[in-house]
């Protein structure tokens, strides 16, 4: 989005890559709104990439491919944990991930005595999966984020409900986008 004015400005949609590496700070800029929305962007990536190394250290300091709850096996015991019991479409819908990578890493989740999975319907096509108290104990003993001291309850709160603004925002710029 430009701002407002006769004369639509242009800025290169790079330039988060480049520019934003600067702290945010408020300016004369007229092009302040589309730089501003470039560095959060560039925050928001290294927060992920950060985020992501924490979760690579802690899966190999534990040699337990469950504590990386980003990716892979973690990622479907974090999201069975939320649960009771989901079939496999539904997790494959909610992680944006493949049957057949899903069922590989059931298969693996399964074998290690973590999950359990089910035949559900009449034709016993549909398969139920859930977490095992040992698949929970597992979740339980991976190394976690325990807090971020630097920041007060109320600086989290109001830090979690921007985020989730921002992706609310986002989404439904996709979703103009995607319009044809």
Not at 75 to 99: F, H, S, V, W
Request: glycine share 6%; net charge negative.
């Amino acid at each position: 989005m430009y701002p407002e004015g006769p004369t639509p400005i242009s800025v290169s949609p790079w330039t988060y890559l480049t520019e934003a590496t600067m702290p945010i700070e408020k300016t004369n800029d007229p092009t302040q709104s589309i730089k501003l929305c470039h560095g959060l962007i560039r925050k928001l990536i290294d927060a992920q990439h950060s985020l992501q190394k924490w979760h690579a250290v802690a899966q190999k300091v534990s040699g337990n491919p469950a504590a990386n709850t980003l990716h892979g096996q973690g990622r479907i015991l974090a999201l069975l944990a939320t649960q009771d019991e989901m079939r496999q479409r539904d997790i494959c819908k909610e992680l944006g991930i493949r049957p057949q990578s899903l069922g590989e890493m059931l298969a693996k989740l399964e074998k290690a005595g973590l999950i359990e999975r089910r035949s559900i319907g009449a034709s016993n096509h549909a398969l139920a999966v859930k977490i095992t108290q040992t698949g929970r104990e597992t979740l339980e003993e991976c190394p976690r984020i325990s807090s971020f001291s630097g920041f007060t309850d109320e600086e989290l709160i109001q830090c979690a409900n921007y985020l989730e603004r921002i992706a609310t925002e986002i989404d439904a710029q996709r979703e103009e986008l995607s319009q044809p």
